[in-house]
């Protein structure tokens, strides 16, 4: 049975989003208290598999577990899976709006209805908590007074919450995208795949993204996303962070791939795995035929090499 690390306590939204996926039902299922350190379990191997949040439509990147992938941690991708987020505001039972004067939750999720509380708890005290589960749990529990929190139904159902205003999200389309990951290995090529690494740059001068633009450009690839995020090493200094369209088995991206290699100071491979969505893959498909044409046309003309000679006379 498989071991799989998540943000809990139980009751968050990736383990929500974990238990949609048919195939992990029977892992067993191993809660840590921050993302980071699911991360740094998966690597260790203490679990087999680690599932974070990466980024949310409505506040971007979730920057603790973009940044423990990129510069902390070396793990890969196996999939990435997309769930609607609908958050609710959960108090003990019999407590009224006009009662809350305190609201526990994880940060990005509080960021995820700013607006709602403006609007309507505009003097409530805002607490953190590590995650949506625990602020649920820690106000079922007495732990904060006359407060409420900010998290998923089953929370609510888990520890004891009512429910007094649902879906109080600023955007109907939240939405979170998090990725699975391993130690090691890469799945297989599905058809609809996406493939993400990390482009370190020589220094800050005109032009450096445009030319790691231009190879993906030159290959007809799809960015599907594109951040740039400091190194940590000073001002300035600036990675950026590209998701594409296919996988490293794809002539085109591992050409690609190849020439990032040689021409930048550090290229970080953070994996090939299924895209999320049920959209085609027919731009990936098509520039895989148009390499192969390409490549048939080139191979053809290196045929003709060292063939028949001109006269000299």
Known sequence: MSRIAFLGPPGTFTEEALLTQPDLADAELVELRSMPEVLSATQAGEVDLGFVALENSIEGTVNVSLDSLVFEHDVLI????VLGI??????????????????????????????WLGANLPHAELVAANSTAEAAQVVGEGG????????NALAAKLYGLEIVAADIEDHPENST???????DGIPAPTGHDKTSVVCFQAA???GSLHAILGQFTARDI???????RPTKKGLGDYCFIIDLDGHVDDEPVADCLRDLHVALPGLKFLGSYPAAGAHGPTRRRDAEQAWRQADEWIASLRHKTGGRKMDGG
């Open 78 to 81: 196996q999939r990435e899976v």
């Open 144 to 151: 904060v007074s006359e407060a409420a929190a900010v998290g």
């Open 86 to 115: 609908r958050l609710n505001l959960m108090a003990p039972s019999g407590m009224r709006l006009a009662d809350i004067r305190r609201v526990v939750s994880f940060d990005p999720a509080t960021a995820q209805c700013r607006e």
């Open 204 to 206: 800050d001068r005109p």
């Open 177 to 183: 995208r998090f990725v699975l990951v391993a130690a």
């Open 222 to 228: 799809n960015l599907t996303k594109i951040e740039s």
